[in-house]
């Protein structure tokens, strides 16, 4: 017999459907009442699918991350972001062949038009790196309007090509233009992280020339954010996509809803959180502080895993690994205390708070000596491929509808026009 979930509301009495383990929240409304259809309340849809998807897999208790079925450590360990980019594209790793065709393809659309580039300038030195990257996504519907065309399937192809292919160099102008410096032009010479990061650090006289473990662990960084299914960023470009726009516009949402502190701005937040911390002889103070609700620790906790993040794990290797070349980094001294005592103390452990992907992407970005506002632009670059892979996902799919949710009105009802000279003063 098939499942079914029985209300009863007054007189009435429904059996609702129970598949894939959910019920349709539209099959709610057949129940009335005293209110009104019966509807669902989730505020911040804590508990509510909005669509059906293929990307990515996650179990949060088990601290499973998977791409397209491939769990996240073993593409990390042995794969490159433009092949897990080509994965979460089109559903299966590429074959040498089509990796160099991919990469060909990539590669040819690095080149950013000059305007974007000014547009990007024209905002104060001083302006957060992200929010000139916003601005520079967004203007890039205007360079291609024919992005707007989201039913053909070329025009969608091509314009997912020019975003993962000219992320990098957005990113890299939106830094430049921070430490006022020049602008570095793609190198065609180099492969993708290596180019984004001569794009940051090249400077006139010398070539940049990175150190291959830095590369990697740049690389692992890239292949552990590019995706992590309906997300707040994620959510935010399926539901601008769902009015039917361009992926430039989508993904320009999804970068305002990734700097926020509590996605991810989490790890700029975590480095200020360290820096402020100071020593390692405060930590016990500082969580304290947290237990008792005057501070959050920030890169612990998360939505979907009430484990530890399987992200963090690989990250936390590729820390010891960029330290090699580094040096040790004197915050980290603060961040394993910190983890050592949190991972141990009641209030951290009954909430089920474990470090996040956020607790040391920070401490890396820190050691290659980027300045906290770079942090979540770091992030955006590899999450532009998850961003395109959603947004592909959710315009061709025949179930989506234009997201828009109910809600419950708490506020007045009907009342009559007061003239000004009639209103209580
Ligand atoms: N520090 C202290 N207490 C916390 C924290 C934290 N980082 N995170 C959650 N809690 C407490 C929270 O106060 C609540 O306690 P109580 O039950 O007593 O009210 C309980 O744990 C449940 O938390 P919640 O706020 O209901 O959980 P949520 O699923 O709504 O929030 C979160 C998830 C990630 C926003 C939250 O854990 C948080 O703010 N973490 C710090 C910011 C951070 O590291 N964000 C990066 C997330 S990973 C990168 C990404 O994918 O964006």
């Known amino acids: 017999m098939a499942d079914t979930l029985s209300i009863t509301s007054g007189s009435e009495r429904a059996e609702l459907p129970i598949t894939e383990g959910s019920v349709r929240a539209t099959d709610l409304r057949a129940i009335p009442t005293p209110d009104g259809p019966l509807t669902s309340f989730d505020p911040g849809f804590v508990n509510t699918a909005s669509c059906h998807s293929s990307i990515t897999y996650i179990d949060g208790d088990a601290g499973i991350l998977e791409y397209r079925g491939y769990p996240v450590d073993q593409l990390a360990d042995g794969s490159t972001h433009l092949e897990v980019a080509h994965l979460l594209m089109f559903g299966e790793l590429p074959t040498a062949s089509e990796l160099e065709a991919w990469e ?23 302006a957060h790196p992200m929010a000139k990257l916003m601005s520079g996504v967004a203007s890039m519907q205007t360079f291609y ?103 430039y516009t989508s993904a320009g949402a999804g970068v305002g809803a990734l700097f926020g502190p509590l996605h991810g701005g989490a790890n700029e937040a975590v480095l200020r959180m360290l820096r402020e911390i100071g020593h390692v002889d405060n930590v016990g103070e500082f969580l304290e502080g947290v237990k008792n609700g005057r501070a959050k620790l920030m890169g612990f906790g998360h939505r979907v895993y009430k484990n530890y993040d399987p992200r963090a794990k690989v990250i936390k290797r ?108």
């Open 104 to 126: 060909n393809e990539i590669n040819t659309h690095r080149f950013v038009h000059e305007n974007v580039g000014q547009i990007i300038e024209s905002f104060r030195y001083d």
């Open 318 to 425: 590729s820390t010891e690994e960029v330290f090699e070349v580094t040096g040790i980094n004197p915050l980290l001294e603060i961040a394993v205390e910190l983890e050592r005592i949190a991972l141990n103390e009641e209030y951290f452990v009954k909430r089920r708070l474990y470090p996040n992907v956020d607790f040391y992407s920070g401490l890396i970005y820190e050691a290659l000596r980027f300045p906290p506002e770079m942090f979540t632009v770091l992030f955006a670059v590899p999450r532009t491929v998850g961003w395109c892979a959603q947004w592909l996902e959710g315009v061709t799919d025949p179930e989506q509808k234009i997201m828009r949710p109910k809600q419950i009105y708490t506020g007045h009802r009907a009342r009559t026009f007061v003239p000004m000279d009639e209103r209580d003063a």
């Open 145 to 247: 309007p024919s992005a707007r065309r989201i039913e053909d399937p070329e025009s969608r192809r091509r314009n997912v090509v020019r975003l993962i292919a000219k992320m990098p160099t957005l990113a890299a102008w939106s830094y430049r233009h921070s430490i006022g410096r020049h602008r570095v032009y793609p190198n065609d010479e180099l492969n993708y992280v290596e180019n984004f990061l001569a794009m940051l650090f090249q400077s006139q006289q010398r070539v940049y020339r990175p150190d291959p473990r830095v590369t990697r662990a740049m690389e692992v960084l890239f292949i552990l954010h590019a995706d992590h299914e309906q997300n707040c960023s994620t959510n935010a470009v399926r539901a601008v996509a769902s009015a039917g726009n361009d992926l």
